[in-house]
């Protein structure tokens, strides 16, 4: 069974979970556009999330660790998002088509930016995406958002480096616009 002593330290998932989650809604001539709610996968809240997972599951040590570096090791391989989204219009609510009325992007404090390589709905079931991200509604459809680490490949120019204050996961559209962002220089 898993040891809760895996790795030392004070551990709570809803306070990670609230850390690194924003939410935005759009409003257009007060009429509800759309409610928007982002996680971002970085390396401290994929560590919450493997422990909150392995504490349902009851996986084994060596269980948690497999689990733990098969997440980090997707971070050196893009950024991700897992992302929730209500709109009263169900059509509105596509951002993985490429007939969404949605640009998605990533932007940092110096103005780099990136488009998503892929944007692909969530597969878990219902059940399972409310109990790792309460903020999941009957109503609200899931994504699973990944950005390139690179805003210049060729020069190998990370995206998310040690000088980066902010990032921002910008929603736009014709609709209205959702700016959700995460500072990286405040406790």
Do not use: C
């Not at 493997?50 to 009851?58: I, N, R, T, V």
């Not at 990944?146 to 609709?175: C, D, E, H, M, Q």
């Amino acid at each position: 069974m898993y040891n809760s002593r895996v790795l030392p330290g004070k551990f709570s998932y809803k306070a990670s979970l609230k850390k690194w989650t924003r939410k935005a809604d759009i409003y257009n001539r007060f009429n509800t556009v759309m409610f928007l709610r982002a996680t971002f996968f970085n390396a401290p809240f994929r560590y919450a999330y493997a422990m909150e997972y392995a504490k349902y599951y009851m996986l084994t040590q060596k269980a948690f660790k497999e689990k733990l570096n098969k997440s980090y090791s997707n971070l050196n391989r893009h950024i991700g998002f897992f992302v929730s989204v209500y709109t009263p219009q169900k059509d509105y609510n596509n951002l993985d088509s490429i007939r969404s009325i949605w640009l998605v992007y990533l932007i940092n404090n110096k103005g780099e930016s990136v488009l998503p390589f892929s944007i692909r709905p969530a597969q878990q079931k219902r059940v399972f995406l409310k109990t790792f991200f309460p903020y999941v509604t009957d109503w609200s459809k899931q994504y699973i958002i990944k950005f390139p680490r690179y805003y210049n490949k060729k020069n190998k120019k990370l995206l998310i480096s040690p000088a980066t204050k902010w990032i921002k996961l910008i929603i736009t559209g014709v609709n209205g616009r959702a700016v959700l962002k995460w500072d990286f220089n405040t406790p």
